[in-house]
């Protein structure tokens, strides 16, 4: 499986940082109809790849990263015209679950969808798009190679679970509690472009210590091993 042209978006500057420098991504200019969008563009070759990194960037009202699903859709779009990718990676951090084994610093690809746990809308047709299941690239096979887990990837706009999340991501048996995926593939999914998501462990949800305090304490380590990880994937997904 040779992919030619990769677009990874991140959320977070503190997560895209590591791997920008290690690559030696350098700026990248974005459209001009998204000169508006908080949205931040870098382009880098990586193992034969052509990749562009699209990082959701600064909100311009409060001041902090734009993490969740509404920059995380504007900043796929974006990195889509932008470079006309033929795989798309959400790549991050994200909650766990000891129950289903998982520790931070575990890393996860999607397998076999990405969903959505949040989008409660019990009307005709429309229960179905808010759970917002999109498909994914079949990465078991490299992912296990590397030593990476493959499960359900889910998303919502909340770092907390509420009980009813915690209800809807159950009866969804995903094991990775994000805040953008969903977004990204839902957009890479209008492209016909295939989507994935990487993410690394930051906290564990049903964990007795707050998320904020696990999140907070592990996102310096964590990070590191999402550049290792995306650099792994990319190695063995380019021609070389
Ligand atoms: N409050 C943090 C920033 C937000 S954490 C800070 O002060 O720096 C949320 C980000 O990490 C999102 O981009 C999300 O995708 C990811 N994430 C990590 N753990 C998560 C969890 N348990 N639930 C939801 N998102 C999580």
């Given amino acids: 499986m040779d992919f030619k042209r990769v677009a990874v978006v991140m959320a977070m500057e503190a997560e895209a940082e590591p791997l920008l420098e290690a690559v030696g991504a350098r700026p990248a200019d974005a459209p001009a109809w998204a000169a508006a969008l908080p949205c931040k563009l870098y382009s880098a070759y990586e193992a034969g790849l052509e990749l562009m990194v699209a990082v959701g960037g600064t909100d311009p009202f409060t001041g902090v990263d734009c993490i969740g699903t509404q920059a995380a859709a504007l900043a796929t779009q974006v990195a889509v015209s932008a470079h006309a990718p033929d795989l798309v990676v959400s790549a991050g951090t994200a909650g766990g679950y000891r129950r289903s ?39 078991r096979a490299t992912a296990a190679e590397l030593g990476m887990r493959s499960g359900i990837v889910t998303t919502g706009d909340s770092l907390d679970e509420s009980t009813a999340d915690a209800e809807a991501i159950a009866a969804s048996g995903a094991e990775v ?64």
Wanted: charge should be negative; proline fraction near 8%.
């Fill in 177 to 240: 509690k994000e805040m953008e995926a969903a977004a990204v593939a839902w957009v890479a999914r209008l492209n016909e472009v295939p989507v994935t998501a990487l993410k690394v462990i930051s906290d564990l949800v049903d964990d007795p210590a707050p998320t904020p305090e696990q999140f907070a304490a592990n996102l310096g380590s964590v990070v590191l091993i999402l550049r290792d990880a995306v650099k792994a994937l990319l190695d063995r997904l380019g021609p070389g």
């Fill in 101 to 139: 084994g998982a520790e931070v610093g575990h890393v996860y690809v999607a397998w076999p969808r990405i969903v959505c746990h949040d989008r409660r809308i019990p009307l005709g047709g429309f229960d179905a798009f808010g759970r917002g299941e999109h498909p994914v690239a079949d990465l």
